[in-house]
Each structure stands twice: as C-alpha cells, then as structure tokens.
C-alpha cells in the first residue's frame, strides 16, 4: 500500500516538473514577449488541479474497492449471505425474469435509483416493475414483498 502511495507521489512530482520545465521553456520563446505572469500562474494552477483531481479520484475508487471488497468478506464470515433466487419455487408465480432480479435488489437493500444503475434501466421502470411485484404478490411495501417471497420460498 506504502510502496504505491509512494510510487503514484513520484509520478506526480515528475508529471508536474516536466510540466514547469515546458512552460519554463516556452516562457523563453513565445510567452514572454505575449503574456504576463497572471497568465502563467493561471496555466500552472489549472495544471495542478486537473492532475491533482485526477490522481485524487484514482485513489478514492481503490480505497472505496477495497473498503467494499473488506465489507463483503465480513459479512461472510459473519454468516450473511445474498438473497439467491430459488428457480423451482418460482415455476409456481407469475414473476417475469426481470421482477425477480428487482426483488432480489430489494432483498438486498438497494434503493430503487441503485437498482436500476445496476440493471441498466430508468427509476421509473424499476417502480414500474415494483409495482407488479406487489399486485403478484398481494402486498403493498417493499418489506411485505420480500417477506412474502421467503414465505412462497422465491429467495432464499
């Protein structure tokens, strides 16, 4: 972990030197006689900000992989398991392939913004989808339909 923190920072301090050694250059051939200082300092801080971002973000999505890939493992070893979709009891409901993924979502606690990021498709479907899951399953509330499905043994 060390040893790439370590390694990013170097690339980042070479990116942002060979950066200030062209504009340093430039600065003899053509910026001097055209521009002022405000411009160069405006030029080296936007410099700084797009690399900075862009090395800030790429550290933030692998601390937050990593964070999740951790929470997972936990929670297996805690005896948590995802909700899986039991084929043979399905056979006996009316449920599409693409409501049974939904309710799977929704066993798993996904909002139904999450859902629908996750299964390519607009909010208002995933509702759209929701709401034949409750007229199929004869309730009303996301809890009472995954309450339900363990009853007819859809998840498990």
Do not use: C, W
């Amino acid at each position: 972990m060390k040893s790439r923190t370590f390694i990013s920072s170097l690339i980042f301090g070479l990116i942002l030197a060979i950066l200030l050694i062209g504009i340093k250059s430039l600065e003899y051939t053509y910026f001097s006689y055209k521009i002022g200082l405000d411009v160069y300092i405006g030029i080296i801080a936007l410099a700084f900000l797009i690399i900075g971002v862009y090395f800030g973000a790429t550290y933030s999505r692998r601390k937050e992989a990593k964070f999740l890939i951790k929470l997972r493992e936990e929670s297996k070893r805690a005896g948590f398991t995802e909700p899986t979709i039991n084929f043979d009891a399905v056979n006996g409901s009316d449920l599409s392939k693409r409501e049974l993924e939904v309710l799977r979502e929704i066993a798993m606690g996904y909002t139904n913004k999450e859902i629908g990021e996750k299964l390519f498709v607009s909010e208002n479907t995933i509702k759209t989808h929701l709401n034949n899951i409750y007229m199929k399953l004869e309730v009303n509330r996301r809890t009472q339909a995954i309450s339900r499905a363990r009853e007819l043994n859809i998840i498990t």
